[in-house]
């Protein structure tokens, strides 16, 4: 079921971690820019190609030391169908080395929608019939601004195929809390946060994908960077699996998140994107090194 | 201003209709579904070309009557990358059919991922130094979960590039409620629904972008499936355009949206998807007779 997959790699790789694969031109090593700008000019084409060849060769660098990868989809749209191709070819390289691999899209839509959006990344398209995979991945990120309508297509999806969302609750970013963190009254009539709300609708989503890890395939994402919230939340849903942004660059520490994590520690994943990313930037040498390095560190930091 | 242009076609078509390009497979006339799949087979490729051929024949159809067509990202993200592709043909022909372009993506993101959707479908795309359009669209749709941090990098390329945003308030779908009709206790202590929270934040992002016709650069999506919150909605915003779906196949009506307009026919733009590009399997016939006709009809009905 759902999340014995990714609770199984978590254990094989003694690991926790995710590594986000948000690849910006400016990031990629001179030698891939160089070698896809001579091939392709300044064009879409030789940008999808750099993205592509970074990518590949973090997930070598990484792939012994971390469970999953979560590619941004922002950042592959951006260079239009090219990046999309790059995204889908990252994709397929990650699951060939043996990466869960969950996609950072935070779809949501209602009824036929998110069926769609559903069935493009965890399910099949049908095509005359055939049943073909448009951007087959392990797992996706949902927005729950639209409630059940734009969730439960993809829960369906879960349990048919054997996959994973991860819903947005209490995001990382400084201004969540301008609509998550507002009060409202539950139907007991005591006041809750927003996010703690979302919680609920979460927990009651994934009842039907809890599998025989003790884990819902409906997980959530909360913050780093909001320790309190975290450590409410981990309380609230013990049985959901938190996606955890804001480690390192944005200022989440391990010792902000060690309470999302049960005794086995399992529970929780955690995100580092420029963290592992950019390493080469920042300590010069051989990227793969670098990269290496980075995912070693921060292996250390969240299992120590 | 962003507004503007909006509102222009709105007064040269006397018409505040919207076409929703949401296509499936099944809704295609047979002889293009039968010409792509000669020649292409049961594939991707054929797919994205029926899409494309579809929607051709309805916006030639339609594009002396509507203002503006409304893609349905999720439909043709189902078929890969070729679906893509037939997006972006699909938007380019719009275009140069004279119509207004608003793509339905309900992104939501934060920071630099905002900045990389903004980029990709209101702006444009650095490409090592080159400014090249991945996507480019007239509007789109952002969900407004995450807060400022996902909302002002579109609002930025709206003032820069002239375009709009329609962020999700109260969406037209049954569950909409399950988080949007929860009360909060707002900063003067007075209890208000979250869609009427979401509604002020949407005000004040807009507050930079209002252009001389009176109207914001950031609309609001307001379901017509909800009447008196529409209309509460419309009195709190009167700078807002509301893009409102629901109409028709959902089951709102004419008259429960008539609120929504001002005196000149302006304050909001209706879509319809279903009812306009199935409208050939209903009445038989010429399909593109069929789409013109449901066009009218629509036109007739909202403008009464």
Redesign the interface.
Same mark, same amino acid.
């Given at each position: 079921m759902s999340a014995t997959k990714l609770i199984k790699l978590i254990d094989e790789k003694k690991n926790p971690s995710v590594v986000g694969l948000?690849p910006?031109?400016d990031y990629i090593p001179e030698e891939i820019?160089n070698k896809a700008?001579n091939e392709y000019g /300044?064009?879409?084409k +030789? #940008?999808g190609e750099a993205l592509f060849e970074y990518n590949k060769a973090i997930i070598d660098a990484v792939c012994d030391i971390v469970p999953c990868v979560k590619p941004?989809s +922002?950042?592959y749209? %951006?260079?239009?169908?090219e @990046? &999309?191709?790059a995204l /889908?070819k990252t994709i397929e390289y990650a699951k060939n080395a043996g990466l869960y691999v969950l996609l950072?899209v /935070?779809?949501?839509?209602?009824? =036929?929608? #998110?069926a +769609? !959006?559903s069935? #493009? !990344?965890l399910g099949k398209?049908?095509?005359?019939?055939?049943k073909?995979c #448009?951007?087959e991945c392990d797992a996706v990120t949902v927005?729950? !601004? %639209? @409630?059940?309508? @734009?969730v439960l297509p993809f829960v369906k999806d879960c349990e048919a195929c054997d996959r994973m969302i991860f819903a %947005?609750v209490k995001?990382?970013?400084? =201004?969540?809390? &301008?609509?998550?963190d507002?009060?409202?009254?539950d139907e007991s009539g005591e /006041?809750i946060p927003?996010y703690m709300?979302?919680a609920s609708?979460v927990k009651k989503w994934g009842q039907s994908t809890i599998s025989e890890c003790g884990y819902s395939g409906v997980g959530a994402v909360v913050g780093a960077t909001y320790p309190e919230q975290l450590k409410a939340l981990r309380a609230f849903m013990p049985e959901t699996i938190f996606l955890i942004p804001g480690y390192g660059a944005q200022g989440g520490k391990a010792e902000d998140i060690a309470c999302a994590f049960d005794k086995e520690g399992h529970g929780a994943i955690v995100n580092s994107s420029r963290g592992i990313i950019t390493a080469h930037k920042k300590v010069g040498g051989d990227p793969k090194t670098a990269w290496r390095n980075a995912a070693l560190a921060m292996k250390e930091d969240l299992t120590k």
């Open positions: 948000d910006m031109l820019i700008v /300044k064009t879409f +030789a #940008a941004q +922002a950042f749209e %951006l260079y239009g169908t @990046g &999309e191709e /889908k950072d /935070k779809r949501g839509d209602i009824g =036929s929608t #998110a +769609a !959006y069935s #493009a !990344y398209t049908d095509v005359f019939g055939e073909l #448009a951007c927005n729950p !601004y %639209l @409630g059940s309508d @734009g %947005l995001t990382s970013n400084p =201004s969540s809390g &301008e609509l998550q507002m009060f409202i009254t /006041k927003v709300h979302v609708l």
